[in-house]
Structure formats: C-alpha cells, structure tokens
C-alpha cells in the first residue's frame, strides 16, 4: 500500500523526536491529494429536480450549533426561520443560499467509493463469564495522543499516537498485541462480549449499543484508537484466496469467520488498528459523530474533513447496495472515518440494527459528491 501522507509526516516527527534512527538520506514526501472545486447549476446535480429536500434541511439544521467557521454560520441563521415540512421553502432555501461544487481529486477522478455504515447492537455483559470472554475497552492510561496541528499547521487532523517508555515516545501495541493478552491488557473493560467478529464490525462502524444481560442497553462511541492504519479484512482474505472479491461483504466475512474459527484470530490481527470505547447516555436519537451532533439515518455522510468541513451539505449520487437504482440524496457531513480518506469518498449513515446493518454491510459503490457551499463566500481549506 502506498505510504500516506500522514504516515509519512509521523516518521518525521518520531525520527526528529529521536524515536527513530535518521536514514542515510532524506526521502521526499509524496506530493500530498487536493481538491478540486468546480462550480456548477444545479439543474447538473443528477436528480436534483426529484429529491425530497426537507429532511435534507432538518439534518443540516441539526448539526448547525456544532459548525465552526462564519460562511456556514451565516446560512444556518436563514435555514432556521424556513418552516418545518415546508418542501418548496426547503428547496427555495437551499437553492439561493448555496452554489453546487463537483468534488474532483487533484489526481484526476471525479468519482470515488461510497460505503456504508450502522450503528451495531450487540449482547454482551457488564461481567466475565465462559461465554462473555472478549472485552470492550475503554482508553488504557498508557496511551498518549499529540495534535500535531501545535508543532505545525501543515499537520492540522493529524494526530499522534503512542505510549512513552521512559522519555521516548513509542508506537501504541497493535491489535495483534493488545489480543494477545486478553482480558488482561491494561484498559477499563466497559462490558463484555462471547462475539469477536461482531465486536470487529463495532470497532469498525466506531459506535454501538450493547444489550446485556438482563434486557437493558448501553451505548457506546468512539474514544481514541491505537494509532495504527485501518486495514481491510475483507482485501486481506480475498487477496488470500479465502473468498471472492463479490463475497467480500460484512455478511461474507462473518459467514466465512463461522466456518474458519481457526483462522479467525489472524485474520482479524490483519488489521492493526484498535478502537478504544467511551460509554454514552442511551437515548431516541442517532449515535453522535465527529460534529458532536446524533447522527440521522439516511441523511448523515462521513466525508474526509480535509476536503469538506464538517457541517456542511453534500449532495451524494450513486445507486443503492448491490442495485442499478439511484440513491441521489443530500447529506449532511456529520462524521468521520478511519477508512474514509480521499476527496471524493463517503461513508452513508443506514441507521440502527439488523437492517440497517444489512444494507451498510453490502454498499460498495461508485458515486459522484457535490459540495454545497455559502453563495459567493470563498471556497474553504480544511479544517
């Protein structure tokens, strides 16, 4: 895989901290991806005249109090006054106080992945019993996270992660590492599972519910992570020959696990990169994202915040999981992810639970992404 900028960067900071011994000479970092920005009508937007955008609206106005920055403040004070269920406002609304931007990468596509994602619900117990054996971490005291946007602003997102052993600071143990020691790795246990694969997918899909023992549910979300890169179980075990590239879903890969319990550890250790959890108060509302702000089923979109600020509207067109049919919607960027890295590349908010996990486990499409931005304000940087 091709060393990212982000990878790049950090092994200069460890080997400028002294974590690291300095190569014989310097290697460039790759030219790192832009975005491109293209004006355009919005009679251009493929189904933009048919698409219900009042629920648009409403998830929009939902993550307003969380956006920073005064061109997106501005639009969220005129959404405000535009009357619920009102169809034609919402799109009179939408229409004059934004300009439709095609996202294109600076290396060359105008089309990128669109996945999807769900909130899992999962059994488990506040206790360690035979079955309830795997533990769902909290974040383990060791682990130290430094925001690289103080020693540069070049590295705004960027963020570093390791343990100190004496004053060095040290890559954070991967997963393969943190399993290997169990129930007694050095990390608050906040309940337990008899699941590995579905605790995988939790970690994955970075927010759940757990349903415990006696019926009551708890929520948990994202805390921190261990650092490492996400990597793709279902490339590792196609690129094995364990199944074929169309059966590499999150239902092929949990069919697959059930049949190879004696693979299964090292195919999960393929994928270094461990969550860490923090529980929530259990409410009606979504999960809530990067924006701080529930996340709404259907109308939320991960998007890589370098290239769209988080807040802002994005109209999305691809087609429906494992269908011709279009799915052209405007989403509202309320989250981020791990595996969510390019400027066009989403990641569609299904919802809570089995169905919702059903069609976010086989989204793996191509798709197009507009960004919707404050009428003549200045196109925005990354935040």
């Known amino acids: 895989m ?10 200069l900071i460890l080997l400028a901290a002294g974590c690291a011994q300095l190569p014989p000479q310097p290697v460039k970092p790759p030219a790192p991806e832009t975005a491109r920005y293209l004006a355009m009508p919005f009679d251009a937007l493929p189904g933009w005249s048919k698409a219900a955008l009042e629920p648009s609206l409403r998830a929009f106005l939902a993550g307003c109090p ?35 931007y095609a996202l294109a990468s600076s290396e060359g596509p105008d089309s990128g992945l669109i996945t999807g994602y769900y909130e899992p619900i999962i059994d488990g117990s506040r206790w360690y019993n035979a079955i309830s054996r795997y533990p769902i971490f909290g974040v383990p005291e060791d682990l130290i996270t430094v925001d690289l946007a103080g020693l540069n602003p070049e590295l ?78 279902g490339r590792w075990l196609v690129d094995r020959g364990e199944m074929p590239l169309e059966q590499a879903s999150m239902q092929g890969i949990q069919a697959w696990a059930a049949a190879n319990p004696h693979k299964l550890q090292e195919a999960l250790n393929a994928n270094p990169s461990y969550v860490f959890f923090r529980e929530l108060p259990v409410s009606e509302d979504g999960p809530v994202g990067a924006l701080g702000t529930p996340l709404a089923a259907g109308y939320s979109l991960a998007v890589d915040r370098r290239f769209v600020p988080l807040g802002a509207p994005v109209y999305l067109a691809t087609t429906y999981p494992l269908s011709e049919l279009p799915l052209e919607r405007l989403m509202a960027a309320h989250d981020v992810g791990g595996a969510i890295r390019g400027v066009v590349r989403g990641d569609f908010y299904w919802g809570t639970g089995t169905e919702a996990g059903a069609a976010a486990g086989r989204m793996r499409q191509q798709g197009r992404m507009w960004l919707l931005w404050p009428r003549g304000e200045p196109l925005p940087r990354a935040d």
């Open 2 to 11: 091709p060393i990212s900028r982000k990878t790049t960067h950090i092994a």
């Open 66 to 100: 969380r956006i920073n920055g005064a061109a997106l403040g501005r639009v969220c004070a005129l959404g405000q006054s535009v009357p619920k269920g009102d169809e034609a406002a919402a799109r009179q609304f939408f229409e004059s106080a934004f300009t439709p």
């Open 156 to 233: 705004r997102n960027l963020r570093l992660r390791g343990r100190l052993e004496g004053r060095r600071l040290v890559p954070y143990p991967s997963r393969a590492e943190i399993e290997a020691r169990g129930p007694s790795y050095p990390a608050p246990v906040i309940a337990w599972t008899a699941d590995a694969v579905a605790l995988f997918f939790l970690q994955i899909q970075g927010s759940g519910q757990v349903r415990l023992d006696g019926g009551e549910r708890i929520r948990i979300g994202f805390a921190d992570q261990n650092g490492h890169p996400y990597r793709s179980l």
